[in-house]
Every structure is written in structure tokens, then in C-alpha cells.
């Protein structure tokens, strides 16, 4: 499967963003999704993953409250709404499939720049 990420862009403390992440090449509704984000200097962190008919969500820690994932399988896209957003938001956020209900995510799109200011 392919993944292609937008939405991303700059926004202030408090401020919303929607990331997007359109799916192509596989049957999408087959597909555990999940957003992850790399901040500089910082690894990889999960930041919350929507299971296969969308009734099961996870979240970091951090961002509950203020994020919501969901997906539309008729279009092939998942959603990262993110609002009240804080500067420690700031990070490149990478959209992610998985084949299997729980672990590792098989593939990956390119990354989008989301940056808050205070």
C-alpha cells in the first residue's frame, strides 16, 4: 500500500491542524493506521493508531484530548484532527498501515511538516 500524507503547516499555540493521509494500492479497510511523529533531535514516537473498522483508537499519553484519528474506508483516508495544539507538537508526522491487529507498522508515507509557535 501507498501512503501519501498532507495537511501539515504551521499554526499557533492553542491553534487546529488536519493532517491527511490518502491510501492507495491495497484494499485500505484491511489496514490497522496509525500517525507517528519525529520531532528533532528526538526518535520516532507513536501518537495514535484506529483499527481496521474504526471502533478501536489509541492514543499517546500527550495528546489525548486534543487529537482525534479517524478514517474513511469508502475514500481511502485517514484523518489526524489535532487541536489546542502546544509547541512540543512540533515534529514531522508520518502516517503508518499495519496488516496485523496489534504490532509493528508495515509501511510508511512520506513525513509532513507540522510546526507551532508559541
Known amino acids: 500500500v501507498q501512503l501519501q500524507a498532507s495537511g501539515g503547516g504551521s499554526a499557533q499555540t492553542g491553534g487546529s491542524l488536519r493532517l491527511s493521509c490518502a491510501a492507495s494500492g491495497r484494499i485500505f479497510s484491511n489496514y490497522r493506521m496509525g500517525w507517528f511523529r519525529q520531532a528533532p533531535g528526538k526518535e520516532r514516537e507513536f501518537v495514535t493508531s484506529?483499527?481496521?473498522?474504526?471502533?478501536?483508537?489509541y492514543y499517546l499519553d500527550s495528546v489525548k484530548g486534543r487529537f482525534t484519528i479517524s478514517r474513511d474506508n469508502i475514500k481511502n483516508t485517514v484523518y489526524l484532527q489535532m487541536n489546542n495544539l502546544k509547541p512540543e507538537d512540533t515534529a514531522v508526522y508520518y502516517c503508518?498501515?499495519?496488516?496485523?491487529?496489534?504490532?509493528?507498522?508495515?509501511?510508511w508515507g512520506q513525513g509532513t511538516q507540522v510546526t507551532v509557535s508559541s
Open positions: 484506529i483499527s481496521w473498522g474504526g471502533g478501536t483508537t
Open positions: 503508518a498501515a499495519s496488516t496485523s491487529i496489534v504490532g509493528r507498522f508495515n509501511y
